[in-house]
């Protein structure tokens, strides 16, 4: 007689496999969820980049009638907005952060100003500085006795063609006459790098000043707007837009300050 076969034990569910296959599928959900967070890291990271280029632009656009009428629009709709919030007594948090973007847009501090002044700066420096045949110019002018002189053994290149100096006479066809009334003009030339460094150093001067001013001013309004809440720095804001009569007066008090600079004595 055959020995009949004994039934096959059914495996445990909590055994090794299954162990196992839970153990690769939380670390299967691990990855996802990191791949996810740094998935949403990047967009975020897309996102910034996107605006502060956004801003960038906006700020080379902030130009003619067009652009003083849409920053008057946009703080209009900005000053209707913390009205609307303290009529229906909205918290401080909610108008924090709508003070946080008129101060980020509209103060002297506050990062839209104050990044474009910085690229008005750098526009003006380009500007002041001479272009590469200015450059030429001067430096040709602003030279010892020795370097116009194209007999000298120093002047004298491996081909012989004699020095800069020489070479630019002899390309333009400069006659001995022309290439002295332009050698009377050292002593000019001489003053005038003197002048453009002096101005270089005074635009980078005000550069430097007017940072300096912009990260005072922003820490003392800081300092002041600790002593109010939201909603009496909102009050505050409203009415100064909505009494125009009171710019009029601010206007004469500075008006001393622009005399003065335009080199006018007040009484």
């Known amino acids: 007689m055959s020995t009949p076969k004994r039934p096959r034990k059914a495996e445990s569910p909590g055994g090794a496999n299954s162990g ?88 002297d501090y506050g990062e839209v100003r104050t990044d474009s002044i910085r690229r008005h700066m750098e526009q003006l420096e380009r500007l002041l500085l001479p272009t590469q045949v200015t450059k030429m110019c001067m430096w040709s002018l602003h030279q010892d006795d020795d370097f116009y002189d194209s007999t000298s053994e120093q002047n004298l290149n491996a081909s012989g063609a004699g020095s800069i100096w020489s070479m630019i006479m002899r390309e333009i066809g400069a006659s001995e006459e022309q290439k002295e009334k332009i050698k009377g003009h050292r002593n000019d030339a001489r003053q005038m790098a003197k002048d453009l460094r002096f101005t270089l150093r005074e635009c980078d001067d005000l550069k430097r000043r007017m940072e300096r001013k912009n990260q005072a001013l922003g820490e003392e309004m800081k300092e002041l707007q600790k002593i109010l809440t939201p909603a009496q720095l909102a009050r505050f804001i409203l009415w100064v837009n909505n009494n125009p009569a009171s710019m009029a007066m601010l206007d004469k008090l500075w008006s001393p300050v622009d005399e003065l600079s335009k080199g006018r004595v007040v009484n």
């Open 20 to 107: 196992a296959n839970a153990a690769a599928a939380a670390g299967n959900a691990a990855k996802q969820q990191k791949k996810k967070k740094e998935k949403v890291n990047d967009l975020e990271e897309r996102v910034n980049k996107l605006e502060s280029e956004n801003l960038q632009l906006r700020l080379q656009l902030k130009v003619g009638k067009e652009t003083v009428q849409r920053d008057a629009q946009e703080k209009l709709e900005i000053t209707q907005r913390l009205e609307e919030m303290l009529s229906r007594g909205a918290s401080d948090t909610e108008l924090q952060a709508v003070l946080e973007t008129y101060v980020k847009k509209f103060s």
